[in-house]
C-alpha cells in the first residue's frame, strides 16, 4: 500500500460543502480534491440507491425491509452490526 500524501485543507467553504451534499443531497461545484469529490459522489448514489429501494418497498415491514436491505446493499458495508436495534 503506497503512503498518502498529507494535505492541507483551509476551513473556509466547508460548511457550504456540507450543507449542499448532507441537506440538499446534490454535488458541490467547487470541490477541488479528486478523492473528496470521489467521496461525495459514492456518498450521493448510495444514498440515492438506498432511498429508491426503500420507497419501491415501502408496503414492507421494518422487521421485513432490513433483511432485505442486508442481502442486497452488502457492497455498502450493511451489515447486523450497522443496525440499531
Request: charged share 25%; glycine share 4%.
Amino acid at each position: 500500500m503506497l503512503p498518502v500524501d498529507s494535505v492541507l485543507i483551509p476551513v473556509k467553504g466547508y460548511h457550504a460543502m456540507y450543507k449542499e451534499v448532507i441537506l440538499d443531497k446534490r454535488m458541490p461545484t467547487d470541490v477541488q480534491l479528486p478523492h473528496l469529490k470521489r467521496g461525495i459522489q459514492l456518498y450521493l448514489d448510495h444514498k440515492r440507491e438506498l432511498t429508491s429501494f426503500i420507497h419501491l418497498h415501502l408496503e414492507l415491514s421494518e422487521e421485513e425491509l432490513v433483511p432485505l436491505l442486508l442481502n442486497n446493499f452488502k457492497k455498502y458495508g450493511l451489515g447486523e452490526f450497522n443496525i440499531e436495534s
